[in-house]
């Protein structure tokens, strides 16, 4: 089995400071504090090439510009996952179809979509955290016959906080070989389904369905305690650190390095990742 390979110092691979002009195409709200926001450039083209796990900063003159993974990609679009949690999300939120924004990218490395092909993939994610890895999880079922059994393990506070609940429900679960399961750390009496903590639920699912950790990648997105407890899961099932592939796209703010904000154990986010091994950060002193 070869071993995961991921592309580092890719930083400056768009031009960092100049954005584009881009149009609001579709908003759709995924919860009560998340929306997808779709866009184009104005003569109706995808804003720049990018590939699964790479970033665009997104900006709404004159408030302020943030961060976001693309989500999915088109030939004519670019789309992100914007969920509300300060002042420059809120006006974010605020847009409308037709509204212009800047856009500039892309940013950062990308996951390592090639050198998994022919393993088993497992995505773990909590909350807003399956945004950044849908853009993986959409190349493998578009390039089905590139990688194995493909099984999704997400969990969220409550079913109102689910993200691309058509997906989870309608769409994935409905590919050849894919397996998707899905937690509440909160039941209601809307929700039928496990009500289990995203560490515990991925431990059930191993041994439900009897997983091997055998040509398995594992990816890994979502925040600090998910990030802890999966992780002390995914060393006790036996996955090697190797095999844990995580995004640490959230730290990210300037993307060119300049701010310091992504900074961890004498390594900026921006300029090195977002895209690690848990081998690569295994000597990092974080919190997460």
Same mark, same amino acid.
């Given at each position: 089995?070869?071993?995961?390979?991921?592309?580092?110092? !890719?930083?400056?691979?768009?031009?960092?400071?100049?954005? +584009?002009?881009?149009? &609001?195409?579709?908003?759709?709200?995924?919860? #009560?504090?998340?929306? $997808?926001?779709?866009? +184009?450039?104005?003569?109706?083209?995808? /804003?720049?090439?990018?590939?699964?796990? +790479?970033?665009?900063?997104?900006?709404?003159?004159?408030?302020?510009?943030?961060?976001?993974?693309? =989500? $999915?990609?088109?030939?004519?679009?670019?789309?992100?996952?914007?969920?509300?949690?300060?002042?420059?999300?809120?006006?974010?939120?605020?847009?409308?179809?037709?509204? +212009?924004?800047?856009? #500039?990218?892309?940013?950062?490395?990308?996951?390592?979509?090639?050198?998994?092909? *022919?393993?088993?993939?497992?995505?773990?994610?909590?909350? @807003?955290?399956?945004?950044? &890895?849908?853009?993986?999880?959409?190349?493998?079922?578009?390039?089905?016959?590139?990688?194995?059994?493909?099984? @999704?393990?997400?969990?969220?506070?409550?079913?109102?906080?689910?993200?691309?609940?058509?997906?989870?429900?309608?769409? %994935?679960?409905?590919?050849?070989? =894919?397996?998707?399961?899905? $937690?509440?750390?909160?039941?209601?009496?809307? %929700?039928?389904?496990?009500?289990?903590? =995203?560490?515990?639920?991925?431990?059930?699912?191993?041994?439900?369905?009897?997983? $091997?950790?055998?040509?398995?990648? &594992?990816?890994? !997105?979502? *925040?600090?305690?998910?990030? #802890?407890?999966?992780?002390?899961?995914?060393?006790?099932?036996?996955?090697? /650190?190797?095999? @844990? @592939? =995580?995004?640490?796209?959230?730290?990210?703010?300037?993307?060119?390095?300049? !701010?310091?904000?992504?900074?961890?154990?004498?390594?900026?986010? !921006?300029?090195?990742?977002?895209?690690?091994?848990?081998?690569?950060?295994?000597?990092?002193?974080?919190?997460?």
């Amino acid at each position: 089995m070869s071993k995961i390979g991921i592309f580092h110092g !890719c930083a400056h691979l768009c031009e960092p400071y100049v954005p +584009q002009v881009c149009r &609001v195409v579709r908003i759709e709200s995924q919860t #009560r504090d998340v929306k $997808s926001i779709r866009l +184009q450039t104005l003569d109706g083209a995808r /804003p720049f090439d990018v590939l699964p796990g +790479q970033l665009g900063m997104l900006s709404v003159p004159p408030f302020g510009e943030c961060m976001f993974a693309a =989500t $999915s990609f088109g030939d004519d679009y670019v789309e992100m996952a914007v969920k509300r949690v300060g002042f420059v999300t809120e006006r974010i939120h605020e847009l409308g179809e037709g509204d +212009q924004v800047g856009l #500039r990218g892309p940013y950062g490395n990308w996951f390592p979509y090639e050198s998994c092909r *022919g393993r088993d993939m497992l995505f773990v994610s909590g909350g @807003i955290g399956l945004a950044p &890895v849908r853009s993986f999880i959409r190349h493998c079922l578009d390039h089905r016959d590139d990688y194995g059994r493909i099984d @999704i393990v997400y969990s969220a506070s409550s079913k109102a906080d689910l993200v691309y609940l058509d997906e989870l429900t309608n769409d %994935w679960p409905n590919r050849p070989d =894919t397996h998707v399961h899905v $937690s509440v750390y909160h039941g209601s009496d809307d %929700w039928d389904g496990p009500v289990s903590y =995203t560490a515990p639920y991925l431990e059930q699912v191993f041994r439900d369905n009897g997983l $091997s950790t055998e040509n398995r990648a &594992v990816v890994l !997105c979502g *925040g600090p305690s998910l990030f #802890r407890t999966c992780r002390a899961t995914l060393s006790e099932l036996g996955v090697s /650190p190797a095999d @844990i @592939i =995580t995004t640490l796209e959230a730290r990210m703010k300037c993307g060119v390095g300049k !701010c310091g904000r992504c900074n961890i154990g004498g390594r900026f986010i !921006c300029l090195d990742g977002p895209v690690f091994t848990e081998e690569e950060l295994a000597s990092v002193a974080r919190d997460f």
